[in-house]
């Protein structure tokens, strides 16, 4: 039993890669909102009654200030890297089907992660590292993301953004470089982007590649665990009220997934299953409110919810 353990104390999950502001462009006009694939994650693990905290560059700015705030309304220790352009920021707009596309500043474009003393003690005490929307095609972010890790657990969510990536297969070699022994979480948009399209295809590649688990999300078609406890499928989960904006579903589901382990790592396919219906549930109550913040079932006032499907 560990110190923490016994005193009740727990070390925060690490969340490593991207914090910005979301300028988000309609009909209406321009709205803007603080996000960034990790930094949802830091959040989501947070509202899950997670400590997190969050490694990522910020700017000394306005928006860096925004970020900051809101960070520290949600309880997130924030360790800054340097940002020597200013803070990232992403230009949202959306397809006459609801999806949105990105435009990246070139502070975002041109993201670095350094790690401070006060970052590699968070790492080393961290009962699980998770990695988002970080710069796997530059090697010497990668190299310095492996030193820095070393021994201590890993998650790991590619997220590409095509605005944001400046080699795709030299991304590849730097992602699938980090995959051995991690939990992995990758979607249909990873698979189209990285690779050929074929998300099934991908889940078993990164399993030969030594990756503990490979979560596979679907959007509407559901998700998927692949472990050595075997093959776990869930459908979308049903909650009450229209789908608001499925922004942050993604990192919804990987902020579920890495509390749930943290929590109680499974050791058979039950344990997955459950793990898996439960971040299907808070990906569907994150779809019910706009941007990427985390909500639960509970949250919306339930505290069930229903799959769809079989």
Not at 125 to 143: G, K, M, T
Not at 195 to 205: E, I, M, P, T, V
Not at 244 to 250: I, M, N, Q
Not at 287 to 298: D, N, Q
Request: glycine share 12%; proline share 5%.
């Amino acid at each position: 039993m560990t110190n923490a353990q016994i005193t009740g104390i727990r070390p925060p999950i690490v969340v490593i890669g991207d914090a910005l502001i979301d300028e988000i462009r309609g009909d209406g006009g321009v709205r803007e909102l603080v996000g960034g694939a990790a930094l949802n994650v830091a959040v989501g693990l947070r509202r899950l009654g997670h400590p997190a905290t969050l490694i990522a560059m910020v700017g000394s700015d306005a928006a860096g200030d925004r970020i900051r705030t809101y960070l520290a309304d949600h309880g997130v220790e924030l360790i800054e890297s340097a940002a020597p352009r200013g803070s990232s920021r992403a230009i949202v707009t959306r397809a006459e089907n609801g999806e949105p596309s990105y435009e990246f500043n070139r502070a975002a474009q041109e993201r670095s992660i350094r790690y401070s003393a006060d970052a590699r003690e968070a790492i080393i005490r961290a009962p699980l590292v998770v990695v988002s929307c970080f710069p796997f095609d530059v090697p010497s972010e990668v190299e310095a993301l492996r030193e820095a890790v070393g021994e201590v657990p890993l998650a790991i969510d590619p997220n590409p953004r095509t605005g944001m990536m400046r080699d795709r297969a030299a991304f590849v070699v730097g992602f699938e470089s980090v995959v051995p022994a991690a939990l992995v979480k990758v979607g249909a948009d990873d698979a189209d982007v990285l690779y050929d399209g074929d998300l099934s295809a991908l889940r078993g590649r990164l399993r030969a590649l030594g990756a503990s688990a490979v979560l596979a999300t679907e959007g509407a078609q559901g998700a998927s665990i692949e472990s050595d406890a075997g093959f776990v499928r869930a459908p979308i989960a049903q909650q009450a009220g229209p789908v608001v904006d499925t922004v942050g579903a993604g990192d919804a589901t990987l902020a579920a997934l890495a509390a749930g382990f943290v929590e109680q790592e499974p050791s058979d396919a039950a344990g997955w299953q459950e793990l898996l219906d439960r971040a299907m549930a808070v990906a569907a109550a994150t779809c019910r409110g706009e941007g990427g913040l985390l909500r639960t079932p509970e949250s919306l006032g339930g505290a069930g919810y229903d799959r769809i499907g079989t």
